[in-house]
């Protein structure tokens, strides 16, 4: 960059206002985050959340309220961390920000999942969607969609079983092997992500998907909600989990800020 050049960019940039308020389209977020409440799927195994009330109601001559909450890690719209499925991988407190936010790849797998609650995202269903919108971006975060987000909050429907503790008759879509060591070798990925209860595919005995993502140091985000309201590409997706030291995952706030 030559003087002149440098000198005119610098003065452009001073001349923006450091008081304009960022313009943000409603219409153009989408939330993609289920509530945490008494209805939130959690893993059979685990527990699940729970608010306790400490105050709510007049005092000192003000209103004010305070609770306490508790909750598993895995559980509802939240990120699993590395460490979860690899030794020495990085904890939740130790994912980087950016980790959390890259362009939105949906892919769309829902006429497959209708046909096959055990459905796994395949590279062909990556090809496929490289076809129609181009190769995957560098950077993105690529999501399934499988439809399952209309049997929330039912645990019989989302999971396959409504009965604590059960896991062995967990059915729901998710990727496949080859989809996901595809994503990892051969397309610069930030995460993946799923609108079921986990990446791995329901009757998964070995959790292949958690132990490749995770073991190349990448999370993962799992309980997506509102797929159906972001397009297969153009959007960009920010998930900011709960910054728990020494986590194995966390609750997260995942949105989507559509083109």
């Not at 990446?199 to 190349?216: L, T, W």
């Not at 297969?232 to 559509?258: Q, Y």
Request: glycine share 10%.
């Amino acid at each position: 960059m030559n003087g002149a050049v440098w000198l005119a960019a610098v003065m452009l940039i001073a001349a923006v206002p450091r008081t304009q308020a960022i313009d943000i389209d409603p219409a153009k977020v989408v939330d993609l985050t289920y509530g945490f409440g008494p209805e939130t799927v959690y893993w059979p195994t685990a527990k699940g959340f729970t608010l306790e009330v400490v105050a709510k109601g007049e005092s000192g001559g003000h209103w004010y309220e305070a609770n306490n909450f508790c909750a598993a890690e895995h559980g509802g719209t939240h990120m699993d961390s590395p460490a979860h499925f690899a030794r020495d991988k990085a904890t939740t407190d130790k994912v980087p920000l950016t980790a959390g936010i890259g362009p939105l790849v949906k892919v769309d797998v829902r006429a497959q999942a209708e046909q096959n609650a055990d459905y796994r995202l395949n590279a062909g269903d990556l090809r496929a969607w490289e076809a129609a919108h181009g190769r995957i971006p560098r950077g993105a975060i690529v999501v399934m969609d499988s439809g399952w987000g209309a049997r929330w909050p039912s645990r019989a429907r989302y999971l396959g079983t409504d009965a604590p503790g059960d896991t062995a008759h967990l059915h729901f879509p998710g990727f496949g092997q080859d989809a996901v060591e595809f994503l990892v070798r051969e397309r610069d990925i930030n995460a993946i992500g799923v609108d079921t209860p986990s990446i791995d595919y329901g009757p998964s005995q070995d959790f292949i998907v958690h132990q490749i993502i995770n073991g190349a140091n990448k999370p993962a985000f799992e309980n997506l909600a509102n797929l159906d309201r972001v397009p297969a590409s153009g959007a960009t997706l920010v998930a900011l989990p709960m910054k728990i030291e020494g986590g194995s995952g966390g609750p997260v706030r995942a949105i989507a800020l559509l083109p």
